[in-house]
């Protein structure tokens, strides 16, 4: 699994329901929630 920085926790956490996508300058990233506190979380440049 993937790990991402929650600012509403400032920790690293798993990202949940991590899905790829792509950005709009054409960089890769996984995109998901944070299981603490359910808010949204991006790790651009990976894939």
Known sequence: MAQAYCFKDRKKVE???AQKVTLKNGRPAIKGVCP???TKVYRIGKS
């Open 15 to 17: 990202i949940k329901d």
């Open 36 to 38: 603490l506190c359910g």
